[in-house]
């Protein structure tokens, strides 16, 4: 597609239900990432994909948090037993090369609120 | 490890002022920098990127950024400010694993006067 897309664009759900937050990137980029931006928090890193090659979860705040990408392609985002600090801009973003010079297109967001 | 600081959370300036937004990276290594722009309920906007090549570093909407290795800084200015300018600017650095993943800076949200 023409730029990375995101869904849903908003998400309520009760505190200890499981969210499923979806990304599409940008056709052929090779490397996937999921933020995090939350007040107070700035931007952080959760995940990252390159390719064939195993994820770096390295920013995942918890078990509870999961991520997987088919085919290279499409990623979701899985957050099983929603806490209320979970409460967040989920941001997901696709390059196209593998070095650092890259710039990231990201897509709009998931906002998600845990009440 | 990398880290970038912001300084001024929020910056205010009148229609047609010079936009200065200030970041300093810390490095062990050459840095990759970026500067990226929010707009209200949107994802983040490539503004400009350092790779290594020219210091003075132009970008979109008029935007540029200069790398001064000595002063650990990539400070984002603009001649004159629009309206339009008003957003959230984010200062990044890349890391140097094979990630490449961002570190960002906490933002500063711009506010243009009329």
């Known amino acids: 597609g023409a730029g990375v897309s995101q869904s849903p664009s908003n998400k309520v759900t009760e505190k200890g239900k499981d969210v499923e937050l979806r990304c599409d990137p940008i056709?052929?980029?090779?490397?996937l990432y999921w933020y995090r931006q939350s007040l107070g928090q700035g931007l952080e890193f959760l995940i990252y994909f390159q390719g064939n090659s195993a994820p770096d979860k390295s920013g995942l705040p918890s078990d509870r948090f999961s991520a997987e990408r088919t085919g290279g392609s499409v990623s979701t985002l899985t957050i099983q037993r929603t806490q209320q600090e979970d409460s967040a801009v989920y941001l997901c973003a696709s390059r196209q090369g593998t070095g650092a010079n890259y710039g990231y297109t990201f897509g709009s967001g998931t906002r998600l609120t845990v009440v | 490890a990398q880290s970038v600081t912001q300084l001024g959370s929020h910056v205010s300036v009148s229609e047609g002022a010079l936009v200065l937004l200030r970041c300093n990276y810390s490095?062990?290594?050459?840095?990759?920098l970026f500067w990226y722009v929010q707009y209200p309920n949107q994802g983040l906007q490539l503004l400009l990127k350092y790779t290594s090549a020219a210091t003075l570093v132009k970008g979109i909407n008029g935007f540029e950024a200069e790398f001064k290795k000595s002063e650990t800084s990539f400070h984002l200015t603009k001649p004159s400010a629009h309206m339009s300018d008003a957003a959230e600017y984010f200062c990044a650095v890349s890391d140097s694993s094979g990630t490449y993943k961002y570190i960002f800076g906490t933002g500063t949200r711009l506010k243009v006067l009329a």
């Open positions: 056709s052929g980029h090779t490397a």
């Open positions: 490095s062990s290594v050459p840095p990759y």
